[in-house]
């Protein structure tokens, strides 16, 4: 299953001037016409969803909280699987460092992103508002699974409280 970012407006909400405000961010801006009935149970009368993420799966954005629960796991079995073809442990270590290095660049490519996607769409919602283009916008980060549950809605005052989310919860900014 996927990540899918939906964004959800009011009735009166001017659909083709948002509409736009995410074009503008290359983003998808498509009517969900018959939201899920998981949905739907959260959505206020008049609310409309609509797919807003990348137009296909939305794994890995920035607006989730990053788990790495399993890093150190992987690790293990990495380095029990070169010990098994009988790596020395010097060797192990020059790996190690090594890999050390490429996860450090990585992790500065990988900062730079989080931050950029971060910005795009504070930058969207704040567009949103400040030109009261709608009187609040819900982002909901859906992972999509028939046995996922959405666990409500909160309340965000402040852009500045766009990430990380947890996924299956409606954050709604106004």
């Keep these: 299953m996927c990540h899918f970012i939906m964004s959800i407006f009011p ?14 961010q ?5 009517l969900a016409e018959q939201p899920d009935v998981r949905i739907r149970q959260y959505l206020n009368s008049g609310e409309a969803c609509y797919w807003t993420g990348s137009g296909v799966c939305d794994c890995g954005t ?29 060797k192990i270590q020059r790996w190690l460092s090594s890999k050390s290095e490429k996860s450090d660049s990585q992790a500065a490519i990988e900062k730079s992103n989080y931050d950029s996607e971060i910005v ?7 567009a949103v508002l400040s030109n009261r283009l709608s009187p609040y916008v819900c982002l ?8 996922t549950l959405i666990k409500g809605r909160i309340d965000q005052k402040h852009l500045s409280g ?5 996924d299956n919860i409606i954050y709604k900014f106004s």
């Excluded at 009166?12 to 503008?24: G, R, T």
């Excluded at 290359?26 to 498509?30: G, P, S």
């Excluded at 795009?120 to 704040?126: A, D, E, V």
Aim: glycine content about 2%; overall charge positive; aromatic content about 10%.
């Design 11 to 24: 009735q009166s909400a001017k659909i083709q001037a948002i509409e736009l405000v995410y074009k503008q």
């Design 26 to 30: 290359q983003l998808d801006f498509r």
């Design 62 to 90: 920035a607006l989730l909280e990053k788990s790495d629960d399993e890093a150190p796991d992987k690790l293990q079995r990495q380095l029990d699987n070169l010990r098994k073809k009988g790596w020395r442990e010097q």
């Design 120 to 126: 795009k769409w504070q930058s969207i919602l704040g």
């Design 140 to 147: 909901l980060v859906f992972w999509d699974d028939k046995d």
């Design 162 to 166: 766009i990430a990380p989310f947890k």
